[in-house]
């Protein structure tokens, strides 16, 4: 099996990036409790299992109590576990996490790269404005989340915002998938637009911005699909998160490995079982390895270890 010698996590978070959240972050002596978990029974299968729950609501419930419970002491404890360096893209979620809040987290854990938010609720100038201030304080790229932000991607603001990495070459990183994150009975299911999120609406939003750099989160598993609505289009990547080696290898069979970014969406997903199906689906290319698991996302930021 290829050796994997470094990993930039392209996709992590910390704290609870649900509505009504506490201050999570940095809480300690925090330990997972029990509780019906179809994302655990999804990792057991090497995440060749579909995440589709008898009961919809029971993933629903599961990710929200991953969420509170994925502390910085928890994640720095994962990191630890790993065998070889792990460096971490974070990428908070406005309006229940902030750039400031990922910025202190790095500060201690150097490992978290912090990428920044929108803050939606602020007058497109001044948005705009405090986006150029986090990059300058070292935010290495823009996290867009258009169903639990309920703005859709064609929204002036997020366009003030796109012009703004666009100048400083910094990519953005947008959820993809108008699944739920709030059971129909929750008052936050009224406060969201899962549609914003929707595979063709994403596609649309990366043909507008062709030369800005877009991470199209959560793809890796339908790379076919992305592969013929993206044609044409360089400036699209996608992630690995909660994906097989099976669709680890296709998908870098379809886009190249220069276009797939190693991902594992903590705390929904798990550092460890995804680093084992990458090193599965790339046995014998350490080329191909290094590309997804490190220097794709190292070149997309500037990063090096």
């Given at each position: 099996m290829t050796e994997i010698h470094r990993i930039l996590d392209s996709h992590a978070h910390i704290g609870d990036i649900f509505h009504g959240s506490g201050n999570v972050t940095f809480k300690t002596g925090v330990v997972k409790s029990v509780y019906d978990d179809p994302f655990a029974a999804c990792e057991k299968s090497g995440y060749a299992q579909p995440l589709i729950p008898e009961d919809p609501d029971d993933l629903i419930r599961a990710g929200k109590r991953r969420s509170e419970e994925w502390t910085l002491e928890n994640l720095t404890a994962e990191l630890d576990r790993q065998t070889c360096p792990v460096y971490a893209v974070m990428l908070p979620i406005w309006p229940n996490q902030t750039f400031e809040e990922y910025l202190a987290a790095s500060k201690l854990e150097p490992r978290i790269i912090p990428f920044t938010s929108c803050a939606l609720d602020m007058p497109i100038r001044e948005m705009a404005d405090k986006l150029r201030?986090?990059?300058?304080?070292?935010?290495k790229g823009l996290k867009l989340h258009p169903t639990i932000q309920n703005?859709?991607?064609?929204?002036?603001?997020?366009?003030?915002?796109?012009?703004?990495?666009?100048?400083?070459?910094?990519?953005?990183?947008?959820?993809?998938?108008?699944?739920?994150?709030?059971?129909?009975?929750?008052?936050?299911?009224?406060?969201?637009?899962?549609?914003?999120?929707?595979?063709?609406?994403?596609?649309?939003?990366?043909?507008?911005w062709p030369d800005v750099k877009i991470v199209v989160a959560h793809c890796c598993g339908y790379a076919e699909r992305l592969f013929e609505a993206a044609q044409g289009l360089r400036n699209v990547y996608t992630d690995t998160t909660m994906c097989s080696a099976e669709k680890m290898k296709q998908a870098v069979e379809r886009f190249g490995a220069e276009r797939i970014l190693f991902g594992s969406d903590v705390p929904f997903g798990s550092l460890g079982p995804s680093i084992a199906e990458l090193k599965k689906a790339f046995a014998g290319d350490a080329v191909a390895a290094d590309r997804v698991a490190f220097e794709n996302m190292a070149e997309l930021i500037g990063f090096a270890d």
């Open positions: 201030r986090d990059i300058e304080r070292g935010a703005t859709p991607l064609d929204d002036p603001k997020i366009s003030a915002a796109m012009e703004v990495f666009r100048a400083a070459d910094l990519p953005v990183v947008t959820h993809c998938g108008d699944n739920p994150y709030y059971t129909a009975d929750s008052p936050y299911s009224r406060l969201t637009t899962p549609a914003y999120s929707a595979f063709d609406e994403v596609i649309a939003f990366c043909r507008r």
